[in-house]
C-alpha cells in the first residue's frame, strides 16, 4: 500500500512569491493534516481537511491556505512568502474511524525562502 | 498554553540500555496518545499508541505507560539500539481526531 506522498520534495522561492505543496493521502484517508516544522521547532499545525471542508486551522496568517480535492489530495498555498516561512512542510492523512486517531505522514516538502 | 510538554528537549543513552522518554499533558479530556519516531528531513513515523482505558501498551522493543492521575506517559525503548537515534513526539487527542504535539525530545543513543 503506497504511503501519503508530497510534491515537490524541495522548492525554492523568494520572498513576495507564492508556493504550492501537494499532497496525496493514503488510499481510503479522508483527513489531511498540514504541519509546519521550522528549523529546531517542533510540529506546528496548520490546517485539517476532511470530507473536503476546512475542520480546523492553526494560528497562522490567512496567507496559509489550502484546500482539498475530492480525491481527497490536498494542496497547501502560502502566498507572500516570508524569510520565516522556510520550514520542512509535512502533510499526514488519517482513515475516518472512530477508533483512530493515528496520522501517518509525508515526507515532506522543504521550503526555503531567499 | 503548551497541553502537551515534553520537558526534555534531549536525552542520551547507552546502547543497550533502557531509554525513557516523559510526556506530560494537562488536559484531562485527552483519551488517546501516540509517539512518534522522526528522522531529520523525513515525516515522523508513528510508533505506538495507548488509549486513555489502557495503562500500558507494548510493541516489541517499545511500551508506552499511562498514568492518568499524573498527566504522563512515557515511552521505554529496551534495548536501546543506534537507530533510535531520533525526535521521539507525543502527541495527544480529545476524541476529535486533531492531535496535539509535544515539542520533542532528542534521543541520541551512544554506542
Known amino acids: 500500500e503506497a504511503g501519503v506522498t508530497q510534491s515537490p520534495t524541495h522548492l525554492i522561492k523568494t520572498r513576495g512569491q507564492q508556493a504550492t505543496l501537494r499532497c496525496s493521502p493514503i488510499?481510503?484517508?479522508?483527513?489531511v493534516y498540514w504541519y509546519q516544522q521550522a528549523l529546531g521547532l517542533g510540529l506546528q499545525f496548520l490546517l485539517w481537511y476532511d470530507e473536503g471542508e476546512e475542520r480546523n486551522r492553526g494560528n497562522f496568517p490567512p496567507r496559509f491556505s489550502g484546500r482539498q480535492f475530492p480525491n481527497y489530495s490536498s494542496e497547501l498555498n502560502v502566498n507572500a512568502l516570508e524569510l520565516e516561512d522556510s520550514a520542512l512542510y509535512l502533510c499526514?492523512?488519517?482513515?475516518?474511524?472512530?477508533?483512530?486517531?493515528?496520522?501517518?505522514f509525508g515526507p515532506g516538502t522543504r521550503l526555503t525562502v531567499l | 498554553d503548551q497541553q502537551v510538554k515534553q520537558n526534555s528537549p534531549s536525552l542520551s543513552v547507552q546502547e543497550g540500555r533502557i531509554s525513557i522518554l516523559n510526556c506530560d499533558y494537562t488536559?484531562?479530556?485527552?483519551?488517546?496518545f501516540l509517539w512518534y519516531k522522526k528522522y531529520p528531513a523525513e515525516g515522523p513515523t508513528f510508533l505506538i499508541s495507548?488509549?486513555?482505558i489502557k495503562d500500558k501498551n507494548e510493541d516489541g522493543r517499545f511500551t508506552v505507560f499511562l498514568n492518568k492521575s499524573a498527566k504522563h506517559l512515557s515511552l521505554h525503548i529496551v534495548p536501546s539500539q543506534p537507530g533510535d537515534s531520533a525526535v521521539y513526539f507525543c502527541?495527544?487527542?480529545?476524541?476529535?481526531?486533531?492531535?496535539?504535539w509535544g515539542a520533542g525530545t532528542k534521543l541520541i543513543i551512544k554506542p
Open positions: 488510499s481510503g484517508h479522508t483527513s
Open positions: 499526514a492523512s488519517r482513515m475516518e474511524s472512530p477508533s483512530t486517531d493515528t496520522q501517518y
Open positions: 502527541a495527544a487527542s480529545e476524541s476529535n481526531y486533531q492531535l496535539i
Open positions: 488536559n484531562s479530556m485527552f483519551d488517546y
Open positions: 495507548i488509549s486513555s
